[in-house]
C-alpha cells in the first residue's frame, strides 16, 4: 500500500468483491386494485413481459408493501378503491421516503378532474380502462431500465 492510497489491500478486495456480485434482482411493479380480476389479468400480461409484479387488492395494502419492499420500482393503481382511493395512496406516497417513486394511475371512469388532480401529484401516466397492454408494458419497461 503506498502513501497515497485511501484503501487498504484488504478493503480493496472485499470492494472488488461487492463489485462483481451478479446484480440485484430487477424491480418489480406494484399493481393495486380493488378488482381482483383486473389485478390479476394486469400483473399476468406484465409477467408474460417478465416484469417482476406484486399485488394488493388496497391502498393499506399497497402502502404496507411500499413500506417493507424496496424491490418496488413502479406503482400502478386503481383511481376508485374503496375505503381509499388512489389519489390517497398517491398522496401518501409522495409525503414519505418513497416520494420519486414512478407512478401510473388507471381508471375506468375518470373524469377531467380526476386526471388534472392526478398529474397535479406528479403521476407519469394517466390510463384509461381497457388498457393497451402493449403501450403499458413498453411504459414500465422504460421505467424500470429494461429497454436498451
Known sequence: MSDHDILSDAEREALSAVML????P?????????DKDARELLAEILRLDDIGCMTADSGEAAWDLLSSS???GLL????RMEPSSGLELIR???GSTRAALPIIIMSGDADAK???DAMHD???DFLLKPIDSVKLA???KRELGMTQ
Open 21 to 24: 456480485e451478479p446484480d440485484l
Open 26 to 34: 430487477p424491480q418489480r411493479v406494484l399493481i393495486v386494485d380493488d
Open 70 to 72: 424496496s424491490s418496488i
Open 76 to 79: 400502478i393503481t386503481d383511481l
Open 92 to 94: 401518501k406516497v409522495r
Open 114 to 116: 380526476d386526471v388534472i
Open 122 to 124: 406528479g403521476v407519469l
Open 138 to 140: 413498453k411504459m414500465v
